[in-house]
């Protein structure tokens, strides 16, 4: 398996506060992903990166930011946190040479009361 | 865009019988990857097996195989002598590779079956 971290593992932070979630690759994968997990509708995909600073929006997006000024580092940002971004948060990461195939961190828990 | 459809959202079986999850998928795209995934009690997120679009051959991994109709776009998953250990979440994916237009290499999730293995 890939060595993928993500750091916090478990957070409880109040409305209105940022936050940010790490996640960290020792794989030199050029893609990485922030995936949340709720009930009833599996994974999805927030924002993407293709390689360093070079990143894109997924399908729920709306509240969250990016960065990626490393190769191994991908950081994901609740600018104002709200109650429905209480959610499980994966970190996933791939290459193209491995098969395409993703890996997953072991995600992280958020609750925003 | 693809949607990936699971409707199974819970199956059972007993241990060591057979079991088949379902997983259709919509795509216009002729060249693609799907990915079963199995997520246990723990929510680690594990690749079960992969299957490109190009092969005819359908993929196995010891007690896993999928049975891939890509006219029909479907993508079933076939667990033989089931175990214990195979209780889990099991998440149907689709993936179109990144292209000279950019986009791609991103996972499409279907909503899940919760397979339960009883003694």
């Known amino acids: 398996d890939a060595g993928i971290t993500q750091s916090p593992r478990h957070k409880v932070t109040e409305t209105g506060t940022p936050v940010t979630l790490r996640c960290h690759q020792t794989e030199n994968h050029r893609y990485m992903y922030w995936y949340r997990q709720d009930p009833g509708h599996g994974l999805r995909l927030i924002h993407y990166?293709?390689?360093?600073?070079?990143?894109d929006k997924g399908e729920v997006s709306d509240g969250y930011s990016v960065s990626r000024s490393k190769t191994e580092d991908f950081l994901l940002t609740l600018e104002s946190a709200t109650s429905s971004q209480t959610s499980v948060y994966f970190c996933?990461?791939?290459?193209?040479?491995?098969?395409?195939?993703?890996?997953f961190g072991e995600g992280s828990w958020l609750t925003v009361v | 865009a693809q949607t990936v459809t699971q409707s199974q959202p819970e199956m059972s079986v007993q241990e060591a019988e057979t079991v088949t999850l379902s997983c259709t998928y919509d795509t216009s795209e002729n060249n693609y990857y799907l990915f079963w995934y199995k997520q246990p009690p723990s929510r680690q997120m594990i690749l079960v097996i992969r299957q490109e679009a190009y092969k005819q051959q359908n993929a196995t991994e010891n007690r896993f195989s999928v049975n891939f109709q890509k006219a029909a776009k479907s993508f079933s998953l076939k667990i033989s002598d089931s175990q214990l250990g195979d209780t889990a979440m099991y998440f149907c994916a689709f993936m179109k590779p990144r292209g000279v237009t950019g986009g791609g290499n991103k996972l499409t999730f279907g909503t899940g079956t919760q397979l339960k293995v009883e003694l």
């Open positions: 996933a990461s791939g290459k193209a040479s491995s098969g395409n195939t993703i890996y």
């Open positions: 990166s293709y390689g360093v600073k070079d990143t």
